[in-house]
């Protein structure tokens, strides 16, 4: 479905954003990425529709190129900017206008979906709110069933209800025949949604795997105190309840991942989580 090999990329020649980076992207999965702000996680998804090119190394998305920007292929593909733009048309105007780049768009659908984020109005797009325009870009993508959809901090501008509406309707509109990518700082509105983790950092690709897998080499728990064997613990944070620990699970202990503290855990010892995620048992 996307495939990246050594790619690098940089707003300047002397100065990569990545470098190198190769990963892999399949059918049936929402995939998480997770990244710290600036760490290149809206450059990724840009360089993977085409808005931006690579310095070297080669992108395949659907089985084509992206930077060509073919129709075939962006009919296959769509993209959820973090800064939504909408122009000064209505809902029906925008929709007679851009579905039609869409071939398996449902107008139906896109209207159950507009419903259930609470989005009406028979006023031009731009009376909206910040909050309402991205929800109505939101139902639009979700309407158009592209094979991959592509997400940059869509929760941003949400309350906390819509936030909770915009995981349901993640959670509805996914097939097996769907790859859903999103990207995120904000961790904790990707809780129960995904399936795989992404994560990067200044320009590496530290982990790629399943919440399956980090749950079976890791494991999350609260202590009273710091065990004797430290070299096992990734990274520990003080709570109300003890420690908060994410540790090699050696043990084969059954834990619920906590996304924030495995990205924390991930990028504050990258060495030791690639050990772990490498290792062959």
Not at 57 to 67: A, H, L, Q, Y
Not at 160 to 180: G, Y
Request: glycine share 4%.
């Amino acid at each position: 479905m996307v495939s990246i090999q050594n790619l690098s990329f940089g707003y300047k020649k002397n100065k990569l954003l990545y470098k190198n980076l190769s990963l892999s992207l399949d059918t049936g999965s929402i995939y998480g990425l997770l990244g710290k702000n600036g760490a290149g996680k809206s450059t990724l998804l840009k360089n993977l529709i085409g808005l931006l090119f690579p310095t070297n190394g080669n992108i395949s998305v659907n089985g084509f190129v992206p930077k060509k920007r073919q129709p075939t292929f962006l009919e296959t593909i769509y993209f959820i900017p973090e800064e939504v733009f909408v122009p000064s048309l209505t809902i029906k105007r925008y929709i007679n206008l851009y579905a039609p780049f869409y071939p398996r768009f449902d107008e139906k659908l896109c209207n159950e979906y507009l419903k259930v984020l609470d989005v009406s109005t028979e006023d031009k797009l731009t009376t909206l709110s910040f909050g309402q325009q991205k929800k109505f870009i939101i139902a639009f993508g979700l309407a158009c069933n592209t094979e991959v959809l592509l997400l940059d901090e869509p929760t941003n501008g949400l309350d906390i209800p819509s936030k909770a509406q915009f995981r349901k309707l993640i959670s509805s509109v996914f097939t097996e025949e769907r790859m859903i990518f999103i990207s995120t700082h904000q961790i904790r509105d990707l809780d129960n949604l995904i399936d795989k983790i992404v994560i990067v950092d200044k320009g590496e690709l530290l982990l790629s795997a399943s919440i399956s897998e980090v749950a079976e080499k890791l494991s999350f728990k609260t202590l009273k105190e710091m065990p004797e064997d430290e070299n096992k613990i990734l990274y520990s944070e003080d709570s109300l309840k003890g420690i908060s620990v994410v540790m090699q699970n050696t043990d084969n202990e059954n834990s619920k991942v906590n996304l924030e503290h495995l990205f924390n855990a991930v990028t504050e010892n990258p060495m030791m989580a690639k050990e772990i995620f490498n290792h062959k048992k």
